[in-house]
């Protein structure tokens, strides 16, 4: 089984739409998590850090469930400038080991 | 200027020899790590250094060596190139810390061996 688990989308949404992407993760000793944003064929970015249940910045909200071991990002007013690959990173602590997922990819369109 | 450097950006080689990536960060971080990343696939861990001097493999250590030459530099190298180690390559450099240390990321190396 993956350390991460991510759907590849693509998701096609327009400009303006509500998205959610979901992340599932197998280690349950996971203990943050973080989105990063990697646009094609350049360097992952972070966007967000979770470690209690969730965070918020602006247009972007991370939720975690570790009952059900999954998090989730959900981006409101999607932009052109959205498109882009979304990967999951739960992160384990003790190790400093970060387990990439291999994106969810969103295409925002006019 | 970028805080994490790599070089090349890009390389082309053939099989067999033996090239070095560099990389090299102004954050003053004592972490830094090499990643590949292959299409449809997640980043996987080469090798990690939390100071100069220690070094561990990652998960595809395999055919690949590494030299922290200094806090700020961490040199991945590819003793004889295969067709298979053709991959997206990023150095990457994080600060200790509990829930909140994150990786900041080179801009990568696209790596094409023949």
């Known amino acids: 089984r993956k350390e991460v688990e991510q759907d590849p989308g693509p998701f096609n949404v327009p400009e303006g739409a509500t998205v959610a992407f979901n992340c599932t993760y197998s280690?349950?000793?996971?203990?943050?998590f973080f989105w990063y944003r990697q646009d094609c064929r350049k360097e992952p970015k972070l966007l967000m850090s979770?470690?209690?249940s969730g965070n918020e910045d602006g247009r972007f909200t991370a939720q975690l469930n570790r009952a059900s071991q999954y998090i989730s990002l959900l981006i409101r007013d999607s932009k052109l400038s959205d498109s882009a690959t979304y990967l999951c990173?739960?992160?384990?602590?003790?190790?400093?080991?970060?387990?990439f997922g291999s994106g969810t990819k969103l295409n925002v369109k006019p | 200027d970028a805080d994490v450097t790599q070089t090349p950006r890009n390389r082309i080689t053939k099989t067999g020899k033996r090239i070095m990536l560099e990389c090299s960060q102004t954050?003053?971080?004592?972490?830094m790590y090499w990643y590949r990343q292959d299409p449809g696939l997640g980043l996987r861990l080469i090798y990690y250094?939390?100071?100069?001097?220690?070094?561990n493999k990652g998960e595809i250590s395999d055919g690949y060596s590494v030299s922290r030459q200094a806090q700020a530099k961490f040199s991945l190298s590819l003793e004889s190139a295969i067709p298979n180690q053709t991959a997206l390559y990023f150095c990457?450099?994080?600060?200790?810390?509990?829930?909140?240390?994150?990786?900041?990321f080179g801009p990568g190396t696209r790596l094409l061996v023949l």
């Open positions: 990173v739960p992160r384990l602590y003790n190790f400093n080991k970060f387990y």
């Open positions: 280690n349950s000793a996971s203990q943050s």
């Open positions: 954050k003053g971080h004592d972490r």
């Open positions: 990457a450099t994080s600060e200790p810390g509990e829930w909140y240390e994150t990786q900041y």
């Open positions: 979770v470690y209690s």
């Open positions: 250094s939390f100071d100069v001097k220690d070094i």
